[in-house]
């Protein structure tokens, strides 16, 4: 109800999506709905192009947005959800341009190094988020 208008107002017709090897994401079901919006170019343990389960995580949100989020996020007392869900919003609006644009330049870095290992896990040093 969401994805498919916000892809097709935004002219996004020809992207691929990744998903983990986590069960509700490889169920039937959501391995359908997700085929129909990104027919031939869906990345997954089971589809267009294989993406095995705990591989090294190469986008931003994943080796940096989230690490930094929970650092931030979890230094807090947090005692409803909607607390939990002001404060991301809160620390996504604080992120300074500057840390953005440094995790976004690393991904080609990212991507050599990945090449480097042969598609293997990257050396940790690389994972720290800022």
């Known amino acids: 109800d969401f994805v498919r208008p916000e892809l097709q107002a935004r002219q996004l017709n020809n992207i691929w999506f990744q998903q983990d ?3 509700p994401h490889t169920a039937l079901q959501s391995r359908a709905v997700l085929q129909r919006l990104f027919p031939n170019r869906l990345m997954s343990r089971f589809r267009d192009l294989t993406w095995p389960s705990r591989s090294p995580d190469l ?72």
């Open 21 to 23: 090897g986590a069960t």
């Open 59 to 130: 986008t931003a949100p994943d080796y940096f947005l989230l690490g930094y989020l929970e650092e931030k996020v979890f230094s807090q007392q947090l005692h409803t959800i909607e607390e939990l869900k002001d404060a991301i919003r809160h620390e996504i609006n604080a992120i300074p341009l500057e840390m953005t644009r440094r995790a976004m330049e690393a991904f080609p870095r990212r991507l050599q190094k990945c090449i480097d290992a042969n598609g293997g896990h990257l050396n940790d040093v690389i994972f720290k988020n800022h």
